[in-house]
């Protein structure tokens, strides 16, 4: 069973539109990473968070630890933001992550 | 800005063949990692390493799989006797503590034939 879920699996959105990806993770984790892959395969880190919420340009990660959700906001989306995102959670006694199926984000011009 | 290399980034070989893939980690970081993505698949887990030993394995790191860090700058990961399903692309990563956020290579696309 995975620990790790994410919705949508896939998202078409509009040029300047606001975008949310929801996660739900296990219980029992040190930390939770938001990942993006681009078309080529490669694994960009975008956030790792533990609790709150934190911002780096037009993307904002939450996360509720009660109830062990966390959200990837994009604001005014453009196509370069068109990729996979996945969370992934981390727990320190196993050292590894453990990743979601990821969300596949169009954004149309 | 310091990055995770790998080579080769695509390796083709035949079924039963041994293949070495091999990753250079930022150079002050302590925690390196393999994982696999079969294609149209999530990325899973294969290895953790950390104090030159590993500290976590899934279960497809079987005894076909080993990893090693030969001299304090590559870390790599050795197929003994690569199987079809072993086609997938390959990540290394690596990071300062186990916590922190993780350093993505490239990837090597490994081809089984």
């Known amino acids: 069973k995975n620990e790790v879920e994410q919705s949508p699996q896939n998202l078409t959105a509009q040029e300047g539109e606001f975008i949310t990806i929801n996660c739900s993770y296990s219980v029992g984790i040190s930390a939770l990473h938001w990942l993006q892959q681009h078309p080529g395969g490669g694994i960009v880190s975008l956030f790792m968070l533990s609790s709150g919420k934190k911002k780096h340009g037009r993307l904002i990660a939450t996360i509720n630890i009660q109830e062990k959700h966390s959200s990837l906001h994009i604001t005014a989306s453009h196509p370069r933001d068109s990729a996979v995102y996945i969370c992934a959670e981390y727990k320190a006694a196993g050292n590894k992550l453990t990743f979601g199926g990821g969300t596949r984000v169009l954004v149309k011009p | 800005e310091p990055e995770v290399t790998q080579t080769p980034s695509h390796q083709v070989t035949q079924m039963g063949q041994e293949v070495i893939l091999r990753c250079v980690p930022i150079?002050?970081?302590?925690?390196f990692y393999w994982y696999r993505q079969i294609l149209g698949q999530k990325v899973e887990f294969l290895v953790s390493f950390y104090n030159n030993e590993i500290s976590e394995k899934s279960e497809i790191f079987d005894d076909q799989f080993s990893v090693e860090r030969p001299d304090g700058s590559n870390f790599t990961l050795k197929i003994r006797s690569t199987k079809l399903e072993d086609s997938a692309m390959y990540f290394c990563?690596?990071?300062?503590?186990?916590?922190?956020?993780?350093?993505f290579g490239p990837g090597t696309r490994l081809t089984v034939l």
């Open positions: 150079s002050n970081h302590l925690y």
């Open positions: 990563a690596s990071t300062v503590r186990g916590y922190n956020e993780q350093f």
